[in-house]
């Protein structure tokens, strides 16, 4: 990778240090465009002419997105947002009183919300699976919990609250055993490393477009594996997504694009379209290496600050980096970190539920590298949160030799 070149290519690297992509990736200036010139066309002509202009462009972006991510164009669905894509999957799925629902403490807030409201509706059971020793989920307790009313597995690849990446292969090949749906929230690790939805062995995989992938916000997708929508009943029927047979019926349109709405912001499709084709180019094994390396350098630099703490699980981690300074506030450590133009965000315990259940740690700092930035933007972020964590500890032991005296 030319570093300097993706970075002149990236605006918002020439004023801040960005740490934050596991919230939003910065636009690169081709992303950037393709959003653009379509708002510009929409103004000029109309917004429907435009998107009949462009249809031939809007159409790619589904192939795209399936080379990303090892499937097919018919397998994919386009929509605002990655929860939107995950609703759709999830609630197309039929539960009823004794249906059990596994999932892992790494789960999503919104799924586990999700996964709460069903139970309460339809009587089934939601089973949170245990970590094993090393906090990533145990695939020996998935397996012995698996049983004949299982009727979903619903796992985060890698948690929005740490860096923690989840075994999703060996996962699948345990519900692919058993017969047993599996449902991957791929949202911070599609465009952060490689994924390939035959490998990982799930039936249905949602993600964004804002995060790693660096497309424009309002932008997720769903995949669905082709066997799946023998189950999979969605739960919206409209235009974009059934045909109607002229009498008091509908048929549902062949592949993914059943689960659809109509109306689509088609200058976020050609944007998202622009920067998976970014990505497709750089190479995901090549994106994977460098943002993962990224990841294991700034989380080792923080280790070896005494005041600094890191909180990431699991046998295999990724670029986001969680840590707190001791005996200072969380938002005031983020705050402290803007007031250098270094971008952070903070985890939250009302979006890890399961998580916050069993270790009772957040809020947490969280720091996210991709590969556009560099060791001395990661080496400035720390020496930041190192001379907080010195002030902190000068000014406890004066206080304490204050209170000797």
């Not at 393709?34 to 972006?61: K, M, N």
């Amino acid at each position: 990778m030319d570093i300097e070149a993706l970075r002149q290519d990236t605006p918002g690297t020439a004023n801040r240090i960005h740490l934050n992509n596991a919230g939003a990736g910065l636009l690169s200036r081709q992303t950037l465009k393709a959003v653009t010139s379509h708002l510009e066309l929409e103004a000029a002509i109309g917004g429907y002419e435009a998107a009949d202009q462009e249809r031939d462009r809007i159409d790619a972006a589904y192939g795209r997105i399936a080379r990303l991510v090892g499937g097919q164009a018919d397998e994919i669905a386009l929509f605002d947002n990655s929860t939107h894509a995950w609703n759709a999957a999830f609630y197309s799925m039929t539960f009823k009183p004794g249906d059990r629902i596994l999932t892992g403490r790494a789960e999503y807030g919104s799924s586990v919300l999700a996964y709460l409201q069903t139970a309460q509706r339809t009587g089934a059971e939601v089973v949170v699976v245990p970590n094993d020793e090393s906090g990533q989920l145990d695939t020996t307790a998935l397996a012995n919990l698996i049983d004949d009313r299982t009727r979903l597995v619903g796992v985060a690849h890698v948690p929005t609250s740490g860096g923690l990446v989840n075994p999703a292969a060996e996962i699948g090949r345990v519900t692919r055993a058993a017969g047993v749906p599996f449902l991957l929230d791929a949202t911070q690790s599609v465009g952060q490393f490689p994924v390939d939805v035959a490998e990982l062995g799930c039936d249905m995989l949602t993600a964004t477009g804002r995060k790693f992938l660096r497309g424009p916000r309002g932008t997720g997708f769903l995949w669905v594996r082709p066997e799946a929508l023998a189950y999979l009943e969605p739960h919206v029927a409209e235009i974009a997504a059934a045909t109607w047979d002229g009498r008091r019926g509908f048929t549902w349109h062949d592949g993914a694009r059943r689960f659809e709405t109509w109306e689509v912001g088609y200058a976020n499709v050609l944007g998202l379209s622009a920067a998976v084709q970014q990505a497709l180019d750089l190479g995901m094994d090549e994106i994977g290496r460098r943002t993962l390396a990224l990841g294991a350098y700034l989380r080792d630099r923080l280790d070896a600050v005494p005041g600094i703490t890191t909180y990431d699980l699991g046998r295999q981690r990724c670029a986001i980096v969680t840590c707190t300074v001791d005996d200072m506030a969380t938002a005031a450590v983020a705050t402290a970190l803007a007031g250098h133009g270094v971008n952070v965000s903070i985890t939250d315990p009302v979006q890890t539920q399961f998580d916050t259940e069993d270790r009772d740690v957040h809020p947490l700092v969280r720091l996210s590298p991709h590969y556009y930035n560099t060791e001395a933007e990661i080496d400035r972020a720390v020496e930041i949160l190192a001379e907080r964590a010195r002030a902190i500890q000068v000014s406890s032991s004066a206080s304490s030799r204050t209170r000797r005296r």
